[in-house]
């Protein structure tokens, strides 16, 4: 079973920045936070990942609690093209666990015009 | 470069035909996954290659499904005595190592009337 849970939809305005929240409250210590989205007819896409720092690429900001319960992913200008489910993993990343990712059903993302 | 790419794109069978889906991870990749993704569900784990060698076969649901890796870089997934349940799209993804992120192909839809 899933490890995280997320709202199954949100809305966010075009330009404006998009706050998706992750619950993990189970996480423990080994465990990495992953972000995936998936555009609609696509396969998933590699967004971010953190353990406890909070961590920042050109896609997007993870910010994670200090007590690594929850997270949220920040977007920071959403664009139409952002519109897809976005899925929040917990996995272990040791080299002999396999890394394989357990999906949830994710937030599905509509970014208006 | 090329990523992982997966064929064919639509598989429409009969219910009890043998099926084969092929997936070409990115080349140097030594991690393959191979997950199956049903309507309106997040991707679900089957299995996982390492090399050659299938290293977590935990999520394959039962043994009409089997994969196989044999040279330790393309990938194909066989299931016989097709069932309507089947039906899904069937989706492979690919690592340099099993602690870094995972590319994903754009799946392989199968229906099996």
């Known amino acids: 079973d899933a490890k995280t849970t997320q709202p199954p939809s949100m809305d966010c305005a075009e330009g404006r920045a998009a706050n998706l929240p992750c619950n993990h409250s189970?996480?423990?210590?080994?465990?990495?936070v992953y972000w995936y989205r998936q555009i609609h007819s696509q396969g998933p896409q590699y967004i971010i990942h953190?353990?406890?720092n909070n961590e920042t690429n050109e896609m997007a900001s993870l910010i994670i609690t200090e007590d690594r319960k929850s997270s949220t992913l920040i977007l920071p200008h959403a664009t139409l093209r952002d519109t897809a489910v976005y899925y929040c993993?917990?996995?272990?990343?040791?080299?002999?666990?396999?890394?394989?990712?357990?999906f949830g059903q994710g937030t599905e993302l509509s970014v208006k015009p | 470069g090329a990523g992982v790419s997966q064929t064919p794109s639509n598989k429409v069978t009969e219910k009890g035909k043998y099926v084969e889906l092929r997936c070409d991870p990115i080349?140097?990749?030594?991690?393959l996954y191979w997950y199956r993704q049903s309507l309106g569900q997040g991707p679900e784990f089957l299995i996982y290659?390492?090399?050659?060698?299938?290293?977590?076969d935990s999520g394959l649901p039962n043994d009409r499904f089997f994969a196989v890796r044999p040279e330790g870089s393309v990938s194909t997934l066989k299931i016989q005595r097709t069932e309507r349940g089947d039906s899904a799209v069937y989706l492979c993804?690919?690592?340099?190592?099993?602690?870094?992120?995972?590319?994903f192909g754009p799946g392989t839809r199968l229906t099996v009337t």
């Open positions: 080349s140097g990749h030594t991690a």
């Open positions: 953190g353990l406890k």
């Open positions: 993804a690919s690592s340099a190592l099993t602690v870094y992120e995972q590319y």
């Open positions: 290659f390492q090399g050659t060698g299938a290293a977590d």
């Open positions: 993993i917990v996995r272990m990343t040791l080299y002999n666990q396999g890394g394989k990712l357990i």
């Open positions: 189970t996480i423990s210590g080994n465990e990495y």
